[in-house]
């Protein structure tokens, strides 16, 4: 009888505690208040260019100065607003969901390397691609005064109102 109880106790904590565990996996980027377009910014893991140039990021290479959106965050925010349109394909087949962005910002400030790591389809991946190339240059990550090139991911949320 003893035993039995046990074994109960033992099997609800693993109920617990597994699903606990698995979505604290799933947690990655916090999410950024705004009613059309819903994203922030998080360091990935280390990408070595074909140049040797270490990319830094979040998986022991941090930059010491992260690179900057002209105009900071809110300014980022405000830029992905005005400039993503929902595609019609996905207005269509109503389609909503998160594209999940990666891409280098080089020395220089400007983005290189975008590729949608995560897509939901109906235009919104090559919408989200778009918008990111079409960034203006950011200020760049430095390290010991230096500017490195940093790997930033970009989720995008497309909702329908």
Not at 2 to 13: H, S
Not at 44 to 62: F, K
Not at 109 to 115: L, M, P, Q
Request: overall charge neutral.
């Amino acid at each position: 009888m003893m035993n039995k109880t046990k074994t109960r106790l033992g099997a609800w904590k693993v109920l617990v505690v597994l699903p606990m565990a698995a979505l604290l996996m799933m947690v990655g980027c916090k999410n950024a208040a705004n009613p059309e377009v819903d994203f922030t910014v998080a360091q990935q893991q280390e990408v070595v260019a074909n140049t040797n140039d270490t990319i830094y990021d979040g998986m022991g290479h941090l930059a010491e100065v992260d690179p900057e959106f002209p105009g900071g965050e809110e300014a980022l925010y405000k830029y992905l607003a005005q400039n993503i349109h929902y595609p019609e394909q996905a207005k269509k087949e109503q389609i909503q969901g998160r594209v999940f962005v990666n891409f280098v910002i080089e020395k220089d400030g400007s983005i290189a390397d975008a590729v949608v790591k995560r897509g939901i389809g109906g235009g919104c991946d090559e919408e989200a691609l778009r918008v990111v190339n079409a960034m203006p240059k950011w200020t760049p990550g430095k390290v010991r005064g230096e500017n490195v090139r940093v790997n930033y991911c970009l989720p995008i949320n497309f909702k329908l109102r």
